[in-house]
């Protein structure tokens, strides 16, 4: 099942060597720390040119990583890996997204965290966490990102299950060093 809350990621003919940025994750009380995500740099699209290219490439790229990385964190470790089972609230889970977005998510629950299965299991093992960001970015200035996801996980206890959970979120900056999550086009399964 998918949903698309926003249409329109960031594609570009001016690709750029992906880079690795420093990479977030959540632990449960008890448990190991989760797998951070490995978050790197898919596409960059816009004007970025010359003396912006710089820009962008060396003072925008690292942070732009970190925080939509961090923001891509929070859902994953709400909703799915750095949650104590066996649990039903998944309250975490929507922090960076916006107020429509997160309300939009709430309703999607059984989509967009781990809820089905939450009070089945005690546990989940990540096997992949990668974000993949392709961001737009006119006269060398971040202004949008797209955060394509994949998240594969096995479920421990009660019931074991691999999730794999992927898809977009769409992305825009909304203060000095965050960024908020505005729609989303995910897809979810288990085996």
């Known amino acids: 099942m998918a949903v698309a809350l926003a249409a329109g990621g960031c594609s570009s003919s001016d690709s750029s060597t992906p880079d690795a940025a420093p990479t977030t994750g959540g632990s449960r009380a008890g448990a190991a720390p989760a797998v951070a995500s490995k978050v790197t740099l898919g596409q960059v699209a816009g004007t970025i040119r010359g003396s912006y290219r710089k820009v962008f490439v060396s003072d925008h790229r690292k942070h732009v990583l970190s ?3 961090h923001a891509v964190d929070t859902w ?8 104590d089972y066996p649990t039903r609230s998944f309250s975490k889970a929507f922090v ?3 107020d429509p977005a997160a309300h939009d998510a709430e309703q999607q629950q059984k989509l967009m965290t781990n809820r089905p299965l939450g009070q089945r299991i005690d546990g989940v093992e990540v096997k992949k966490r990668t974000v993949t960001v392709d961001v737009l970015a006119p006269r060398g200035r971040p202004a949008g990102a797209t955060a394509r996801v994949d998240l594969v996980f096995d479920t421990t206890g009660d019931t074991t299950k691999r999730v794999s959970v992927r898809g977009r979120l769409f992305l825009v900056p909304a203060a000095p060093g965050k960024w908020r999550i505005f729609g989303y086009d995910v897809s979810k399964g288990a085996k």
């Open 67 to 69: 925080q939509v990385g």
């Open 96 to 98: 960076a997204f916006t």
């Open 76 to 83: 994953i470790d709400g909703g799915f890996v750095g949650v």
